[in-house]
């Protein structure tokens, strides 16, 4: 028994003994790669990588942390005759991640890069040695900057105020030739080359120079072709630059006082309305397209320009009396709509033509500006005259047939714009909110036959005081309508007739709303959030107008870069000295690109390059009566002269 107790205790021992023996070392966890890029290119073991980058870095990832010093020794980069460029190593990620510069390799060459089998980790960890192999590609071309007359260019933003001949610098990353370049860059100004020379500045550098006088405030566009490849046998990818000159600083017409300056527009534009009148009706053509089409508010500031014709001397008063009594038999033959003329007309036949698909019948807005011209000529004819005080007849019973009440749709407090004898009230239009149609609604209440209550007014136009806005845009409180005053044709077509400097009733005072309004107008397009080209103190208007793309109600909240000269003429009476410095910006600095045969054309837009052919009546209109308003307050005297005219003020609660 003892023996196997003696057995067992040497056994504890034995295994005591065992245990405390020391474990042999532990074989160390291996380095691998887990990728390697050359710039956005992966490389792999055992293929020919090609396309590779000629300057961007090397990055090695491993699994494990590795040791710097080892990695210098140990990661080699050598060309195809064993030449090494000398390499630069960075790390990151303790020492997971290296990032490896070297000098700019020479293109379409084949490189090793090497990773030794010495290459240690961090802890010791071995590494299984691996090769890549690649090829390098040629360096693109790139064009890195672009200097203009010694200024760097940002071309995220658009070039402006360009010298008329400038000196164009061209910075490549290679060395480029000017010869490379002669046929493959080109400058235009739409289909029109423009001449330059190329001079070479410096290996890198082409300058080219402008041999000719650009034109003022132009669209130019600077092309480098790609197919320059072909020339140098890098992939280039072409360039496109758009500028746009500056002010050219010589007048293009001779300078004039300012007074003959004002008559010279009036009397060139009268021509519009008296040259371009329609053979048989002598009303107002649409716009100088227009055919058979005739406008009924055009032909309304028509016929206020033929009276200011008339005491400008631009027409004698005989004639103008003619031409005005053609008119009123022409009106008083034409299609109405319970007395409500429609917004357009055949010339000659007097049948209305549809505005828009329900838009075939009575226009009240439209009616109302011709009946504001009605009633001016009325004012201005001499009823001592028998000719004369027959047509006076005649503009009364126009005038007294209109059916103002017919329009508040069954005797709602708001007038309708809108009746068709086929579409009945289906346009359903309220004439509500601050917009041009204020003398729609001061004559409706005037009429002595078919007035329509003071209610109308204040529930359907004032929109019960809606209309009030009261707010600053640019600094300057707007005391009615919609934001920033929409366009500037609302502080117009009302106050062709209407005299705004006393105006004022519980809303506003309108000398203070139309004065507010033009320097909104005119203080956004100086702050030109949207960069357009062109705009300044000199050069502003937004309104109703035409477009490169066809026809828009141009306001701060709606700006398409569109220029329409008459927002800027017509506001003279506001802002005297600011409407006279855009007179003298579109006459003299544009010239006959702007100036035609019946005056400044609609409109222009510098950022697209384009300048309309059209002129329209109800834009040619308000610059006549609007200038004529400013220098004698001739129009405004007019119609605020009529009896009726008055007593619908009062009835309004107008102070006048």
């Known amino acids: 028994m003892r023996e196997i107790i003696f057995l067992l205790l040497m056994c504890l021992v034995a295994a005591s003994c065992e245990s405390n023996d020391p474990e042999p070392d532990a074989t160390p966890e291996s380095l691998s790669v ?3 890029y050359i710039g956005d290119e992966a490389l792999y073991v055992g293929v020919q990588n090609e396309n590779i980058a000629v300057d961007e870095p090397i990055e090695i990832r491993f699994n494990q942390s590795v040791n710097l010093q080892s990695a210098q020794k140990n990661i080699t980069l050598s060309n195809s005759d064993g030449a090494e460029p000398e390499l630069t190593f960075s790390s990151f990620n303790k020492n997971k991640l290296l990032k490896i510069e070297h000098p700019i390799l020479d293109e379409n060459s084949t490189y090793t890069l090497s990773l030794k089998s010495d290459l240690k980790g961090e802890n010791n960890e071995i590494f299984e040695g691996q090769d890549y192999t690649f090829t390098t590609l040629s360096r693109p071309l790139v064009l890195e900057s672009i200097t203009i007359d010694d200024e760097q260019l940002n071309t995220a933003q658009k070039i402006t105020d360009v010298s008329l ?29 423009v001449n330059f020379s190329l001079t070479q500045t410096d290996d890198n550098t082409i300058t080219v120079a402008v041999t000719q006088n650009l034109e003022d405030y132009t669209k130019y ?6 197919d320059l490849e072909e020339r140098t046998g890098r992939a280039f990818d072409g360039q496109e630059l758009t500028f746009y000159t500056g002010p050219d600083s010589t007048l293009k017409f001779p300078e004039i006082s300012d007074e003959e300056l004002l008559t010279l527009i009036q009397r060139q ?23 058979e089409t005739v406008t009924t508010g055009g032909t309304g500031f028509g016929i206020m320009a033929i009276v200011v014709g008339m005491e400008r001397g631009f027409i004698t008063r005989d004639e103008g009396v003619e031409r005005l009594n053609t008119i009123v038999d022409f009106l008083a033959s034409a299609d109405r709509f319970h007395g409500a003329w429609p917004h357009w007309m055949n010339g000659t036949t007097g049948e209305a033509l549809p505005f828009s698909t329900y838009d075939d019948g009575g226009d009240l807005v439209e009616t109302s500006f011709l009946v504001t011209g009605l009633l001016v000529a009325r004012q201005y004819l001499d009823a001592s005259d028998t000719y004369e005080d027959a047509i006076i007849e005649k503009i009364n019973e126009l005038w007294n047939g209109v059916e103002w009440d017919w329009y508040t749709r069954g005797g709602q407090n708001v007038l309708y714009w809108h009746w068709s004898p086929n579409y009945g009230w289906e346009m359903n239009m309220k004439i509500q909110g601050y917009n041009e149609a204020l003398i729609t609604y001061i004559l409706a209440a005037s009429s002595s036959t078919h007035p329509v209550d003071e209610q109308v007014y204040h529930q359907g136009w004032a929109l019960n005081g809606d209309i009030v806005n009261g707010n600053q845009y640019y600094g300057y409180t707007l005391p009615l309508g919609q934001e920033y005053g929409g366009p500037l044709f609302f502080a117009h077509y009302s106050f062709l007739g209407l005299d705004p400097r006393n105006l004022s009733d519980q809303y506003a005072g309108y000398w203070e709303q139309n004065v507010n309004h033009t320097l909104i107008n005119r203080q956004h397009c100086i702050e030109n959030p949207y960069h357009f080209v062109g705009y300044s103190s000199d050069c502003w208007g937004l309104t109703a107008s035409d477009n490169q793309d066809g026809y828009s109600a141009h306001s701060p909240t709606n700006d398409l870069g569109v220029i329409t000269p008459t927002a800027a003429i017509s506001s003279i009476p506001y802002t005297p000295d600011e409407s006279m410095e855009a007179i003298h910006f579109f006459y003299y600095r544009l010239g006959d690109r ?3 045969e019946y005056g400044f054309y609609d409109a222009f837009n510098i950022t697209e390059g384009w300048v309309a052919d059209s002129y329209l009546a109800i834009d040619q209109g308000p610059i006549i009566v ?6 004698s307050a001739l129009i405004w005297e007019l119609l605020m002269s009529c009896p009726e005219v008055q007593e619908g003020l009062t009835k309004l ?3 006048y």
């Open 34 to 36: 887990s990728y390697v």
């Open 165 to 193: 001949k400038p000196l164009i610098d061209l910075n490549f990353n290679l060395s480029i030739e000017a010869n490379d370049l002669s046929d493959y860059l080109s400058l235009t100004n739409g289909d029109e080359s």
């Open 221 to 226: 566009l600077l092309t480098i072709s790609s």
């Open 269 to 291: 534009t009268f021509r519009y309305f008296w040259d371009f009148a329609h053979p048989v009706s002598s009303m107002a053509r649409e716009r100088n397209t227009s055919d």
């Open 594 to 596: 702007l100036w035609g």
């Open 626 to 631: 609007m200038i004529e308003n400013y220098r």
């Open 653 to 655: 609660g107008f102070n």
